[in-house]
């Protein structure tokens, strides 16, 4: 199984925005659940966000109104807008995507956001 690769991260100041986005190989992205997690140093992993693959989505309390997820079935790919960042959303954020019937639970290697003045 190949890895997703997520990309976007960086270091921005309070108030801006980034977008991430995570990209699958496979041939039945589009069933797949996905999710948007974050992890700081000495922290438990936390979900951030999921979609389904009908697009029932689910936002942790903490960012609901700022985050927006989406999904590009066409591209194989998952996006996570982040407005109005906060320095407590600095933290390496993971895509998952899972098909358990399939046999699938995929992570990526993380990418970096860091938002600090």
């Known amino acids: 199984q190949v890895l997703p690769v997520e990309s976007g991260g960086g270091l921005v100041q309070p108030g801006e925005s980034l977008r991430l986005s995570c990209t699958a190989s496979?041939?039945?992205?589009?069933?797949?659940?996905l999710a948007w997690y974050r992890q700081v140093p000495g922290k438990e992993r936390e979900l951030v966000v999921s979609i389904s693959s009908l697009g029932f989505i689910n936002y942790a309390d903490s960012v609901k109104g700022r985050f927006t997820i989406s999904r590009d079935n066409a591209k194989n790919t998952v996006y996570l807008q982040m407005n109005s960042l906060k320095p407590a959303d600095t933290a390496v954020y993971y895509c998952?995507?899972?098909?358990?019937?399939?046999?699938?639970?995929?992570w990526g290697q993380g990418t970096q956001v860091t938002v600090a003045s």
């Open positions: 998952r995507s899972q098909n358990i019937r399939a046999g699938l639970d995929v």
């Open positions: 496979g041939s039945d992205f589009a069933n797949n659940w």
